[in-house]
């Protein structure tokens, strides 16, 4: 199986939103204050800790619109936060959750048929992997079983 690495939204479009950058509806992101419960940051992917300020936004972690470029709901912390460090190392926020849908992109950004599956958090890791080893697929996208909510791009390293 390929090595891959596990890929954070970029700081510039993180500290844009931070910022009062409007979201993918054109929407000024919503700043709420975590309870400490299940508050996933999408760029150092940890948890928002209780009593900290963060974001809900519309998020399309696409180049541009088209109909495969899926629109969905994220948290970011309000104040910057270091990024997530592109590597193959699991974020050990996903194995506090129990399950992950992975799915394939082609290099046209449109989903590969055949590569979305639902796996436990444990083997997000090989699920990707996986599906990167199938033709045409140039990326993987781990989202939320429950919600289907974007987490994080999975690439080969």
């Known amino acids: ?85 592109p590597t193959g190392a699991v974020p050990p926020m996903f194995l506090s959750r129990e399950r992950y849908l992975v799915k394939g992109y082609g290099r046209n950004d449109r989903i590969v048929y055949g590569t979305g599956r639902i796996v436990a958090s444990a083997d997000v890791a090989e699920a990707a992997a996986s599906i990167l080893e199938r033709a045409g697929v140039a990326y993987v996208h781990a989202r939320s079983a429950l919600n289907n909510c974007f987490q994080c791009r999975i690439e080969r390293s």
């Open 1 to 85: 199986m390929p090595p891959i690495q596990f890929v954070s939204m970029p700081t510039d479009e993180a500290l844009a939103f931070q910022a009062g950058a409007g979201d993918a509806n054109g929407q000024a992101p919503e700043r709420h204050v975590s309870d400490g419960g299940g508050v996933p940051c999408r760029h150092c992917q940890a948890d928002v800790a209780a009593g900290a300020p963060y974001l809900i936004l519309a998020y399309r972690p696409f180049p541009r619109a088209q109909p495969y470029a899926e629109i969905g709901p994220i948290f970011l912390h309000a104040e910057p936060c270091p990024r997530y460090p």
